[in-house]
């Protein structure tokens, strides 16, 4: 990567977890990064450690829910960083909780401001990138757009709504032949500030279900996608990959399974349950910077072999058969 030119790079969702870290490692190469959030502390927090990365900020406070805003957010990077050459999508919100305790309301505004989100970064980057046609679009996505789990219904129903809207927008790219390219990257559960600031409906402290990963796992799966996103999707973590297979070849057992796990795996009393209204209507980092990791420092990996073996071409049969491996033994789990 020595040789390559400096891009310029849109990240939203940049002021903390994989987009705070995704935008330091594309400083960190030299790229004009522009970070798209609404919290006035995270965004500056995170527009220092991209300058002193080596890059060059420009951080936007921009509500990504509201289509006059990301357009506008848009404009402002062509304008004083030139054009678009990468696109990130990650900015998102949600109510953890059974269905029926998550109000209509905090139902809709997850719904916006994640899945139409999605929706509406993607608008902006396609009207700039089209007429040039170059650039590549990125999708920070989950296992759980492809695998639902109890008390994340807001959540799970908006990452699988992008996960259909990707690729309805890659066929139509492919059918205009398009040099344009999105490409999604399915992310395991990973130590963010959310589990802190999301709304809870929860007794406990909600926890992502482990193995967990550092968000610079996933930010150096994004930056992968980045440079090839002629590949559809990527898969980041062992856990990802099982649970795919698990789910494609016995969908019935692995309800029942989460059914029985799914609940205690998802909440923890190493912390007090978190209060108020989450950062679903205002950002929680507004006056307060609360970095990439979340409060899971002590039980999160730094590295995934298995996104390891897909950065590199040596030991992909070996990464293949241990993922088999892997799912085979979530198949076991879920039977037993």
């Known amino acids: 990567m020595k040789n390559r030119a400096a891009q310029t790079v849109v990240v939203t969702g940049a002021s903390a977890g994989i987009g705070r870290a995704a935008a330091r490692m594309f400083a960190a190469r030299g790229d004009r990064v522009a970070l798209l959030a609404r919290g006035r502390a995270g965004l500056d927090a995170a527009a220092a450690e991209v300058r002193r990365a080596g890059g060059r900020a420009l951080p936007l406070e ?3 829910a509201e289509p006059d805003q990301v357009e506008e957010a848009a404009r402002r990077v062509e304008e004083e960083l030139g054009p678009v050459d990468v696109w990130v999508n990650n900015a998102f919100s949600a109510a953890f909780g059974a269905f029926l305790d998550v109000p209509a309301e905090e139902f809709l505004q997850a719904t916006k401001a994640t899945y139409l989100g999605y929706v509406h970064g993607t608008r902006a980057a396609l009207t700039r990138m089209l007429p040039r ?10 296992a759980l757009a492809y695998r639902g789990i109890p008390l994340q219904s807001a959540y799970c129903g908006a990452k699988h709504a992008i996960q259909g809207f990707t690729e309805s927008v890659r066929c139509e790219l492919l059918h205009d032949r398009s040099g344009v390219r999105i490409t999604m990257v399915q992310m395991p559960a990973v130590n963010t500030p959310q589990f802190s600031w999301l709304r809870s409906h929860l007794p406990r402290h909600a926890q992502p279900v482990p193995p967990i990963y550092q968000p610079e796992v996933a930010a150096r799966a994004v930056l ?6 002629g590949r559809r999707e990527y898969r980041v973590g062992a856990s990802t990959v099982a649970t795919l297979l698990a789910n494609a070849v016995a969908p019935g057992l692995l309800d029942r399974y989460l059914a029985r796990t799914g609940f205690d795996s998802q909440q923890t009393r190493a912390h007090p349950p978190t209060e108020g209204r989450g950062n679903l209507w205002e950002p929680a980092d507004e006056t307060e910077d609360y970095g990439a990791h979340g409060v899971f420092d002590d039980r999160a990996h730094a590295s995934s072999p298995q996104a390891w073996a897909g950065r590199h071409h040596v030991g992909r049969a070996l990464a293949a058969a241990g993922l088999a491996g892997a799912g085979y033994a979530v198949l076991r789990r879920v039977r037993s």
Do not use: F, K, L
């Open 224 to 229: 992968r996608a980045a440079d090839h996103p």
């Open 133 to 142: 046609d170059r650039g590549a679009i990125v999708q920070v996505g989950s």
């Open 62 to 64: 921009t509500d990504m």
